[in-house]
């Protein structure tokens, strides 16, 4: 696809990524800090050990998996290294984004809460999950033990496709949590819907969003 289709091409646009991007993992941080109390992986407050989840899903998990998608158009170095990048980014990414449900489990059963019962931890663990597959099916693919030139000519564009909708069920599973942890807080604890934690998470909410949309579009922009 040439430049002239858009008039621009990915360099500017993935710089606008990484200002999106870094922006939303410090109001993630922010947030989970200031308004929610802080991190810890064992405390007598489960919030705490909740606040896990968010930080963990969206840096660690959604910003990482960003990065390994546009490694092909921001790495300046020979394609098979911009694989190699490619695969051990999505590799942590996964790994970060399977740590970062453990939070939500071990809390909900040190307070007897049910698991899976919302549309966000459906298409949370879907995501997460089907991450694993598509990253089993592209090292099996691409690199060991790895196929033949034309079975790879033949899987590239659906491998391409299908990460790039796996990329959009984490970002909906974003938006989804951040819409049910403001529910929650409304109906349990009285949370002002104008206050300015609500606020900061409809905000957030709003950059992560921007953030995908740089996202893809850089993939579809020539890199130079």
């Known amino acids: ?10 360099r500017p646009v993935i710089l606008l990524v990484q200002v999106f991007g870094v922006t939303a993992c410090i109001l993630v941080l922010y947030w989970c800090l200031h308004y929610r109390g802080g991190l810890a992986f064992s405390s007598s407050n489960k919030e705490h050990i909740f606040n896990l989840h968010p930080v963990m899903m969206f840096i660690g998990y959604i910003f990482l998996a960003s990065q390994a998608i546009l490694a092909f158009k921001m790495v300046p ?3 098979d290294l911009q694989k190699i990048v490619h695969l051990s980014l999505l590799g942590l990414s996964t790994i970060m984004g399977a740590l970062g449900i453990y939070p939500v489990f071990k809390v909900h059963h040190e307070t007897n809460i049910d698991n899976m019962f919302s549309l966000h931890s459906w298409i ?59 529910e929650i807080q409304e109906i349990e604890t009285g949370l002002d819907k104008f206050g300015s934690e609500a606020m900061l ?20 922009l020539p890199r130079a």
Not at 4 to 10: E, F, H, K, L, V
Not at 203 to 218: E, H, N, Q
Request: charged letters at 10%.
């Open 77 to 79: 170095v020979k394609k």
């Open 124 to 182: 949370g663990m879907g995501a997460v999950c089907l991450f694993g597959v598509q990253w089993m099916v592209g090292f099996i693919t691409f690199f060991y033990p790895g196929a033949s030139m034309r079975i790879r000519a033949s899987v590239v564009p659906w491998h391409a496709f299908f990460g790039l909708f796996l990329y959009a069920m984490a970002i909906v599973a974003a938006e989804t949590g951040f819409l049910d942890k403001l």
């Open 1 to 10: 696809m040439g430049s002239s289709s858009y008039g621009i091409t990915a």
């Open 201 to 220: 998470v409809n905000f957030t909410a709003i950059i992560v969003l921007i953030f995908a949309m740089l996202v893809v579009l850089s993939t579809i």
